[in-house]
T-cell receptor
Framework: GENVEQHPSTLSVQEGDSAVIKCTYSDSASNYFPWYKQELGKRPQLIID?????GEKKDQRIAVTLNKTAKHFSLHITETQPEDSAVYFC??????????FGTGTSLTVIP | KAGVTQTPRYLIKTRGQQVTLSCSPI?????VSWYQQTPGQGLQFLFEYFSETQRNKGNFPGRFSGRQFSNSRSEMNVSTLELGDSALYLC?????????????????FGEGSWLTVV
């Protein structure tokens, strides 16, 4: 089955700096990669996603890149703000429509 | 449009008891999946239901079971509760996983049910 690894597990950045979270996956047939943000005590919410036929996608301060050959994808947050503090999860969907999640990255943005 | 609704939000059970959690998906969504979230293990997939049939199953013991009704609402049951079952149980729904092999089937999570086993 698919195995998704996520790094780092914790990340602290100064407000205004950039944050990068990286994930690798094992199943080359996986073809959809969403990112979720989970604030304390709340549900995971989709913030951005990318399909396997795209190498990069950007939405304001958030961007995701995908390298299919290397089987890794990354989340980039620029100009971080305190409200970006949360746990971020990457996921990979295989051809069986099953999602596999990374173990999460706890991001802290220091004002 | 109402989101994914889970009940109850919080519950405390004793070891050996059983528990049933309920999930109402977003209107029009036919797939419901369940996840267990713990601090050390992240989001672990339990199972997925579509059209009242279990389509995918994670690596959890048989004490964990679920079902889906004709209106797409789903329940999961855990029997003979153990202390290690204490977790946040998240339900997620999606529109159309029947597009087998077609990706991009975005899933939306409910707020979860916090289960504490004492």
């Amino acid at each position: 089955g698919e195995n998704v690894e996520q790094h780092p597990s914790t990340l602290s950045v100064q407000e205004g700096d950039s944050a990068v979270i990286k994930c690798t996956y094992s199943d080359s047939a996986s073809n959809y990669f969403p990112w979720y943000k989970q604030e304390l005590g709340k549900r995971p919410q989709l913030i951005i996603d990318i399909r396997s036929n795209v190498g990069e996608k950007k939405d304001q301060r958030i961007a995701v890149t995908l390298n299919k050959t290397a089987k890794h994808f990354s989340l980039h947050i620029t100009e971080t703000q305190p409200e970006d503090s949360a746990v971020y999860f990457c996921a990979a969907e295989n051809t069986g429509n099953q999602f596999y999640f990374g173990t999460g990255t706890s991001l802290t943005v220091i004002p | 449009k109402a989101g994914v609704t889970q009940t109850p939000r919080y519950l405390i059970k004793t070891r050996g008891q059983q528990v049933t959690l309920s999930c109402s998906p977003i209107s029009g969504h036919r797939s419901v999946s369940w996840y267990q979230q713990t601090p050390g293990q992240g989001l672990q997939f339990l199972f997925e239901y579509f059209s009242e049939t279990q389509r995918n199953k994670g690596n959890f013991p048989g004490r964990f079971s679920g079902r889906q009704f004709s209106n797409s609402r789903s329940e999961m049951n855990v029997s003979t509760l153990e202390l290690g079952d204490s977790a946040l149980y998240l339900c997620a729904s999606s529109r159309d996983p029947s597009r087998q092999g077609n990706s991009g089937n975005t899933i939306y999570f409910g707020e979860g049910s916090w289960l504490t086993v004492v």
